[in-house]
Structure formats: structure tokens, C-alpha cells
């Protein structure tokens, strides 16, 4: 929510203890500081995180508090805003309230959030073809693209719905999506680039490596080679040394532990 903020895109979203509660959130203080309270109160807690500022919205409920964070909003009620019932399970009093800006908009449009949910588990069809559980991977990345696939499956989907008169199942439609994402023509496109990741591993894998002299008391750094004067050398022969990533290559170092091949030229990147 943070990062959204900084793009100018403002959310809301529960808090909901698991085994904890979320980072910076103390969940039991806000439960304690809301258990007396009447019935549809909402009080707010300002923050700030990463210097952002935030809010959390406490509503009390008959048996439990309702927890939103949320980058937006106050505790004014929108005008026309309709009255919310609640049944008190002590006294079966009947308890009449409005919701404030956050928490109406929660209830507002949680139905759709529900309803995308719904339609990217199972894709309709009630037979659990979730792409996130069915795409078994141990790798994040994927994880991860699987999860935003699936997202940007459903939006396609209910947009083709509402802005054409095509109609068929979400199944069919997904049935043409994975067939297309197959059998797609991207990298026969001009002004197709890899990412720079992608073209650094193509580079490690195709590169040739070639033989080259080294010359006398120089060790190899950074792409060039360069005079040292820490070689011990007794020996008009070259060796090569097993040294750790990052330490300089020296061609003619001797009488020292380490040492494997007993040439007079070494492989190097070019």
C-alpha cells in the first residue's frame, strides 16, 4: 500500500491476525481499546510507515473488531449513506448506524472482489482450475506470474464480456488464451528485445572462450591486465591459482599452496 501511494494509486485493505499480526499493527491494543465500545463505533489510529502516512479503521462489531488499513479516507459519513443493522448478541438489541467513508466503501465493493476470486480459482466451472495450484513450481518468479496471469485472465475475460457481444464460457475463453500464449509469434517480431537478464544468460551460455598469453608479473583485472608486484615467482613457468570470485588472477606466482595447472597461458572472458 505504501508503494501504491507513492504511484498515487490510494487502497484499503483488512487486517486479519494468522499466526501473527502484520508488521507495525498491534491488533490487541485495538481490540482492547474497542471492547467496551457501542456497536457500530469506528474510531481511526493514524501512522506512518516509511514516512508515509497511513490510518487504521476500528469498527466494533456484535462479536469482533472489523480492521482496515487504508492510505485514504476519514470518519465522515458520505451523504445518503444508508443505515447498517446490527442485532447485539447480549440483550438481541437492534443497533442502527452508518458506515464511515472506508469501511462503507469495504462493503461496497468486496461482492467484486469476491466474485474475481471466484472466477480465477476455479474459472467457473466449480472444478478447481485455480492456474496458481495446477502450475506446480518451487521458482517465486513463477508463483508470482502465475498470480498476475490469472488476474489479467479474469479482467480480459469480464472485459470482452461487457464491451462485445461474444458469449461463451470463461473455460472456452481460456481454452484460446493458453493456445494463443503456446503458440505465439513474439519472438519472430522485429522489434522484439529479451530483457537484459535474459540476454546476459544467452551471452554466458554461447560465449567462447580463447587462449592468450599472459604477460610476466600481471594479474588480470577488471578486463585488463595490470603490473603487480605482489608475484612471488621463481619459475619462467606460468601457473594458475584457485582463488575466490572477485580476487585478482596472478600468471606467475609460485611455491604457494592453491595451485593446480602448470601452464604458461590461461583462459580468460573475451
Not at 31 to 58: H, S, V, W
Request: net charge positive.
Amino acid at each position: 500500500m505504501d508503494s501504491l501511494k507513492k504511484k498515487g494509486a490510494y487502497a484499503s485493505a483488512m487486517i486479519k491476525k494468522r499466526r501473527y499480526w502484520p508488521k507495525h499493527v498491534g491488533g490487541d491494543s485495538i481490540k482492547g481499546y474497542m471492547e467496551n465500545k457501542e456497536i457500530g463505533t469506528c474510531d481511526r489510529l493514524p501512522g506512518i510507515l516509511d514516512g508515509q502516512p497511513f490510518d487504521i479503521y476500528a469498527l466494533k462489531e456484535p462479536d469482533y473488531t472489523l480492521m482496515m488499513m487504508s492510505t485514504y479516507g476519514s470518519l465522515i459519513v458520505k451523504d445518503g449513506q444508508r443505515d447498517s443493522v446490527r442485532v447485539s448478541k447480549e440483550d438481541r438489541t437492534m443497533k442502527r448506524f452508518k458506515y464511515t467513508e472506508v469501511v462503507a466503501n469495504h462493503f461496497k465493493y468486496r461482492g467484486a472482489v469476491d466474485d474475481h476470486n471466484g472466477k480465477r480459482h476455479d474459472c467457473g466451472s466449480k472444478n478447481g482450475l485455480s492456474l496458481e495450484s495446477t502450475w506446480t513450481t518451487n521458482r517465486w518468479e513463477n508463483k508470482v506470474f502465475s498470480f498476475i496471469l490469472a488476474i489479467t485472465e479474469v479482467n480480459a475475460y469480464l472485459a470482452q464480456q461487457y464491451f462485445t457481444e461474444r458469449e461463451y464460457k470463461q473455460v472456452e475463453f481460456r481454452k484460446k488464451l493458453a493456445h494463443q500464449l503456446v503458440f505465439n509469434t513474439y519472438d519472430d517480431a522485429e522489434d522484439f528485445r529479451r530483457s537484459s537478464r535474459r540476454i546476459d544468460r544467452l551471452s554466458r551460455a554461447r560465449a567462447r572462450h580463447e587462449l592468450i598469453t599472459a604477460p610476466p608479473h600481471s594479474c588480470f583485472v577488471r578486463g585488463n591486465w595490470e603490473k603487480s608486484t605482489n608475484c612471488h615467482t621463481n619459475s619462467t613457468t606460468a601457473r594458475i591459482p584457485i582463488v575466490k570470485k572477485g580476487y585478482a588472477l596472478c600468471a606467475h606466482a609460485t611455491n604457494l599452496p592453491g595451485y593446480v595447472l602448470n601452464v604458461s597461458r590461461i583462459t580468460v572472458w573475451t
